[in-house]
T-cell receptor, first 111, second 113 residues
């Protein structure tokens, strides 16, 4: 039962352009949604989160949008930089519950 | 302020052996969760500990067990290792009733041969 899904295993973007990473979920009871960035052989690093009562959260180049009716969230990175190349995981949890991850999307930002 | 610390960083074990992985949570956090990440997949939830008790468990066999100590640190034990147990094991700490999210350690790379 995959409650959090990232349907695109990879994404390639030109430096300076926008990167849009997508995530779908099935459990409408999630309280928080998070995006993590991960390099090989390292633990996930927290990027940005959004509460289920919000529809947008922005932090510098990173913006997360939440569409509760569609059970969909997205991460926008503008402008994309080569250092953003990594695997991005979408995750979600209910207060006091376990953090559930998607399968990840590998972002490649080309100079 | 130290984040989440995991040890060892790498480990090679033989099939059938037992292994213990360790985790020290971020200062101020009271909950520890363990995840298994196989190559090319997202981290899979193993179990979560709070107040020295297992609160939740994912779809992992009883060969996987854990412990949380009074100082909130935690251990993950895996018995009768199988080749398929080879993975990156991640520890995450959090506040059970907080909105601060989860902080991850760098993981322990376990290879079973």
């Amino acid at each position: 039962d995959q409650q959090v899904k990232q349907n695109s295993p990879s994404l390639s973007v030109q430096e300076g352009r926008i990167s849009i990473l997508n995530c779908d979920y099935t459990n409408s009871m999630f309280d928080y949604f998070l995006w993590y960035k991960k390099y090989p052989a390292e633990g996930p690093t927290f990027l940005i989160s959004i509460s289920s009562i919000k529809d947008k959260n922005e932090d510098g180049r990173f913006t997360v949008f939440l569409n509760k009716s569609a059970k969909h969230l997205s991460l926008h990175i503008v402008p994309s930089q080569p250092g953003d190349s990594a695997v991005y995981f979408c995750a979600a949890y209910r207060q006091g519950g376990k953090l559930i991850f998607g399968q990840g999307t590998e972002l490649s930002v080309k100079p | 302020d130290a984040g989440v610390t995991q040890s060892p960083t790498h480990l090679i074990k033989t099939r059938g052996q037992q292994v213990t992985l360790r985790c020290s949570p971020k200062s101020g956090h009271d909950t520890v969760s363990w995840y298994q990440q196989a190559l090319g997949q997202g981290p899979q939830f193993i179990f979560q500990y709070y107040e020295e008790e297992e609160r939740q468990r994912g779809n992992f066999p009883d060969r996987f067990s854990g412990h949380q100590f009074p100082n909130y640190s935690s251990e993950l034990n895996v018995n009768a290792l199988l080749l398929g147990d080879s993975a990156l094991y991640l520890c995450a700490s959090s506040l059970l009733l907080g909105a601060g999210g989860y902080t991850f350690g760098s993981g322990t790379r376990l290879t079973v041969v």
